[in-house]
């Protein structure tokens, strides 16, 4: 049988699937991943990507993290969601898909109508003052201003996404972990399994059926019971 009618059957109503995506559901939206020909590592920046958005870097050096941050990790104006988004959150509403696990932080999935998300790396869509506090839209950090600081207490504001060096948030993780127990199929796709802790995440899955949608090779390729090369848009939009 052909591999996309499997995953059609794999995703069939009275199945319950989780979504386990990575930066390469947001490719095919126009944002660059950071591993892949022409992504981020390819950019002439004075340190690699980890160390730019590292908590140490944040803490030593905010204005430079922020000129990165600002470039390489909030979406440009005009972005939208793509196919994979759209007919992951129609699949939502059909009661196919329970959750959607993603190491994403642009918002795209929630744009596009999916309100299970845990967003294992937080969100560009909510920030902090580190003072007070205070809780901040994304307006806030793109001001203009080389370090965004609370116009209240005049701290430094951070965004709630998971720089390298610190934790994930233990609650989601544990909604995370607890949905992918329940799956029957975990569809993991535009991901290269590369970045852990969210990567460990998978072996929590008991399901029968591990699928994996991707252009490029991934460690958990033996293990999968279906695997398909491609852009997970256009393999997804083909389920109905």
Do not use: W
């Not at 309100?115 to 950090?141: F, K, T």
Request: charged share 25%.
């Amino acid at each position: 049988m052909d591999e996309k009618k499997r995953l059609a059957e794999a995703l069939a109503p009275g199945r319950k699937t989780v979504f386990f995506g990575g930066a390469g559901v947001s490719t095919e939206s126009g944002l660059r991943d950071f591993r892949s020909a022409g992504g981020i590592y390819d950019s002439p920046y004075p340190f690699p990507p980890e160390e730019m958005v590292s908590r140490g870097y944040f803490d030593r050096d905010p204005a430079g993290f922020y000129d990165f941050y600002r470039r390489e990790m909030v979406p440009p104006p005009g972005t939208r969601p793509n196919a994979a988004h759209r007919r992951l959150a129609e699949l939502e509403a059909e009661g196919r898909v329970i959750a959607v696990v993603t190491q994403n932080i642009d918002g795209l999935h929630q744009a596009a109508g999916s309100r299970v998300v845990y967003e294992l790396h937080g969100s560009v869509h909510r920030n902090h003052c580190m003072d007070c506090r205070r809780p901040y839209g994304l307006d806030a950090v793109m001001n203009g201003e080389p370090v965004p600081r609370c116009p209240v207490c005049g701290g430094i504001i951070k965004p709630d996404v998971v720089l390298y060096g610190e934790m994930l948030d233990d609650a989601t993780v544990s909604a995370a972990v607890a949905a992918i127990e329940r799956a029957d199929t975990l569809l993991v796709a535009g991901t290269s399994l590369a970045v852990y802790p969210a990567a460990g995440l998978l072996r929590y899955f008991n399901g029968d059926c591990l699928a994996v949608v991707n252009l490029s090779p991934t460690p958990m390729d033996r293990q999968a019971d279906l695997l398909i090369r491609g852009k997970i848009g256009e393999v997804l939009d083909g389920i109905r």
